[in-house]
């Protein structure tokens, strides 16, 4: 089974469109994470959830909106899509120590 | 500011080692750890130094020297499916990751 999955693997959208991405997780983890990385492999965290909680928001513009309905799930929905907001979305957990699982990640291309 | 700092890219020949170097300056530490990725997938967790000195695991072992800053990643007796990106990354805090820029590996026959 995998850990940490997610939906969609693929998205191609217009620009101005809402999307969402859904993540889920089976190992128990409480801390669940979104990154984003872009077309330089720059890997950039952008919000953090502890036992549906939000932890973090690395000054991500409002139009990113976390959601997490329960411990094993982490959405994310992105309102008025951007070029810019093109780039691969993982989502991770966290493990009780420092290890971070990623999921296989969103490809998000916007046009 | 944050940043950690690692070559963009490194080439090798298969069973040779290789070193790829991070350093880092950030607001917090608690450890620096590695993560592969191959091209197309996500990454994978490698290693983590909580502590100063080399940790071994297999044909890869991680150090970190906090005083300097420095840690890097050594990958030993290469293999082609070495060729993957290798990123260090910062525990700037108990849940915040903070990923260096990046090495590509390739490892050539």
């Known amino acids: 089974d995998t850990a940490v999955s997610q939906t969609p693997k693929y998205l191609v959208t217009q620009m101005g469109n809402d999307k969402s991405i859904k993540c889920e997780q089976n190992l128990g983890h409480d801390t669940m994470y979104w990154y984003k990385q872009d077309s330089k492999k720059f890997l950039k965290i952008m919000f953090s959830?502890?036992?549906?909680?939000?932890?973090i928001n690395e000054t991500v513009p409002n139009r990113f909106s976390p959601k997490s309905p329960d411990k094993a799930h982490l959405n994310l929905h992105i309102n008025s899509l951007e070029l810019g907001d093109s780039a691969v979305y993982f989502c991770?957990?966290?493990?009780?120590?420092?290890?971070?699982?990623f999921g296989p990640g969103t490809r998000l291309l916007v046009l | 500011g944050q940043s950690l700092e690692q070559p963009s890219e490194v080439t090798a020949v298969e069973g040779a080692i290789v070193q790829i170097n991070c350093t880092y300056q950030?607001?917090?530490?608690?450890?620096l750890s590695w993560y592969q990725q191959h091209d197309g997938g996500a990454p994978t967790f490698l290693s983590y130094n909580a502590l100063d000195g080399l940790e071994e695991t297999g044909r890869f072992s991680s150090f970190l020297s906090r005083s300097d800053s420095y840690g890097y990643l050594l990958l030993q007796e290469l293999q082609m499916k070495d060729s993957a990106s290798y990123f260090c990354a910062v525990s700037a805090n108990t849940d915040k990751l903070i990923f260096g820029t990046g090495t590509r590996l390739q490892v050539f026959p």
């Open positions: 950030t607001s917090g530490f608690y450890g």
């Open positions: 959830y502890n036992n549906k909680e939000l932890i």
């Open positions: 991770a957990i966290k493990d009780g120590g420092e290890t971070q699982y």
